[in-house]
Structure formats: structure tokens, C-alpha cells
């Protein structure tokens, strides 16, 4: 299976029009930061990736369970997965901007309160 790599994924899209809607303005996936942030925010210093539960081992979630095949093989794509945005997240901190990691389950069962926290959050911020 071919790694489906989410750009404009549905989670996304969502928190995109909603922080639109409030009027923040953001640019996406900037290819000069580390990991290409999906949404950055210049304004308040804060970068905000959207990650799909599987694809980026969301642990203790339901909708991470790993293959019943090949587990193995998945566990340390997955693995390799975590580390690589655990890194990403530390050298944009030391960049000095402030991550924010929005779960895509998270939109799932409860986006108006999770969407709220973001908007709070950046609000918070200037
Ligand atoms: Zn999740």
C-alpha cells in the first residue's frame, strides 16, 4: 500500500475554513520550515499540523490500530512516522515557534470544542 500523503485532507479543510472564517490568515504547507507545517500562522508565531491517527500513531486512539499483517513492517513505518514530527515539533520550538498538533479524531467527535481551543489559543497569543 502506498503511502497516501495527506495534503488538503478533510480534517484539514476544517480547521482551515474555520480559522478563515474567523479571520485568520495563514499560509500552507511552507516547504521552508521543518516537517512543512500544514497551516502557519506568522502573525502569532504558531504552526498547526492536522494528523491523520493512523498514519502518525495516535496513542491510545481508537482509530489507531495497527494491521494485522505485516505488523511488524508497520509498526516501525509508524515508529519512524512519530519520530520524524517529534523532531520536526523540537526544531520548530527551537525556531521559536509554538506547534499546536490537531488529531484528526479529535475533529471527528468533538470539532466545534476543539476548533474553539485553537481559535482561544491564538487569540492568547497577541
Ligand atoms: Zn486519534
Known amino acids: 500500500m502506498a503511502q497516501i500523503k495527506g495534503k488538503d485532507t478533510k480534517p484539514e479543510l476544517l480547521v482551515r475554513k474555520y480559522l478563515y472564517s474567523k479571520g485568520f490568515r495563514y499560509r500552507l504547507h511552507d516547504p521552508k520550515l521543518p516537517g512543512k507545517p500544514d497551516i502557519v500562522l506568522r502573525k502569532y508565531n504558531t504552526v498547526i499540523f492536522v494528523n491523520g491517527c493512523f498514519w502518525h500513531g495516535h496513542i491510545r486512539c481508537k482509530y489507531f490500530t495497527l494491521p494485522k499483517t505485516r505488523t511488524d513492517w508497520w509498526e516501525s513505518k509508524i515508529k519512524a512516522t512519530q519520530q520524524r514530527d517529534n523532531y ?24 466545534d470544542e476543539r476548533l474553539r481551543m485553537i481559535e482561544q489559543e491564538l487569540k492568547g497569543k497577541v
Open 88 to 111: 520536526n515539533y523540537s526544531q520548530l520550538k527551537k525556531l521559536g515557534w509554538d506547534v499546536i498538533v490537531v488529531w484528526e479524531c479529535q475533529l471527528k467527535t468533538s470539532s
